[in-house]
């Protein structure tokens, strides 16, 4: 295959010498043309670089006496025929409308992470403005969306307050009056927790640092999680404002507790799992030791004496001390 190479100049004279495709190109094209209805008679108003020489401007001579008038470029557009594109219409846009939760969930997320005992209550009113908010803009009668963004709400609050034991006081005090000011919605909720949390009681099974250490710090992270949650629940129950948390609640749970680790001292594989419930009841008698003396001393004192496979050494030392308290 041999290559020819033409200069700038070249190009430019063979544009200028009036080229014409050969006839039988022609010819192909006149048979296309007829078969897409296209006639030589049709006037081309498509204009691009193509076919640049369509006329844009329309000339006339301007008429007045003496009949050599000059020749003056009309400023008139060309009339419009039916075959021309026309323009579309123009259309405003629509912007969907904001959601601004996910800031107004940001914003009580920083208020609880910088609240103490000198702004709580500016605080808790700063939480119910954002969460009122956060109502006016669901659709009026929409349920399943009310409810899927007060539990995003309430996440995001509850996961804050057992994150930290020390501030339990305080975080007791925040969630017992947005249970108030929104007990419908966030009551339920709360309930549903104190359910997770006996729940999370069961199948605990210890784990090994030098085998794996992320599954062992995930393991301590959920052992402390509910230590925070055991000692958050003892201070709603303190407040007594709340009604769904009260002291008796408290010894009901405790006695929930203690039914479980009856039925798992016989197991030496239950040995930790023992010993961790042992460790919430511990976390409960430190605010409710004379109620609890008085309902489970006996208890305390038989598991303070045992001598199961699934009751440690350290877990009966923690019983003993129980009793003598």
């Known amino acids: 295959m041999t290559t020819k190479i033409y200069s700038l100049s070249e190009f430019e004279r063979i544009g200028r010498c009036n080229y014409e495709l050969p006839e039988n190109v022609l010819a192909s094209i006149r048979t296309l043309c007829s078969l897409v209805g296209y006639a030589e008679t ?7 670089q193509y076919n640049a020489t369509a006329p844009s401007t329309t000339m006339n001579q301007k008429k007045g006496g003496g009949g050599g008038g000059a020749r003056q470029v009309s400023s008139r557009k060309p009339k419009e025929t039916n075959n021309e594109w026309k323009r579309p219409v123009f259309k405003a846009t629509v912007f969907a409308e904001v959601d601004d939760t996910q800031a107004l969930i940001n914003d009580i ?3 609880l992470n910088k609240i103490k005992d000198t702004n709580c209550d500016e605080n808790i009113a700063m939480f119910i403005e954002k969460i009122d908010k956060i109502q006016e803009s669901i659709d009026f009668g929409d349920d399943c969306e009310l409810t899927e963004k007060m539990q995003q709400v309430f996440d995001t609050i509850y996961t804050i307050c057992i994150s930290n034991k020390m501030f339990s006081k305080i975080y007791a005090t925040v969630l017992v009056r947005l249970c108030q000011n ?3 919605n966030f009551n339920p909720i709360l309930d549903d927790k104190v359910v997770e949390f006996l729940a999370s009681m069961q199948n605990i099974v210890d784990v090994n640092a030098n085998d794996n250490y992320d599954a062992f710090c995930e393991f301590t992270a959920k052992n402390n999680s509910r230590k925070n949650i055991a000692n958050l629940l003892c201070e709603i129950a303190k407040m007594g404002e709340y009604e769904n948390m009260q002291v008796s609640t408290i010894i009901k749970i405790t006695s929930d507790l203690l039914n479980q680790i009856t039925e798992s001292v016989e197991l030496v594989e239950k040995q930790k799992e023992v010993e961790e419930i042992t460790e ?9 030791g004379k109620e609890l003396r008085e309902q ?5 004192e038989q598991l303070a004496s045992l001598k199961k496979p699934g009751l440690s050494s350290r877990t009966r030392f923690k019983y003993m001390d129980l009793v003598g308290k």
């Open 42 to 48: 049709t006037q081309n108003t498509y204009i691009n």
């Open 280 to 288: 919430n009841i511990v976390i409960i008698f430190s605010h409710f």
């Open 182 to 184: 929104y007990g419908s």
């Open 109 to 111: 997320r920083v208020g």
């Open 296 to 300: 489970f001393k006996p208890i305390f």
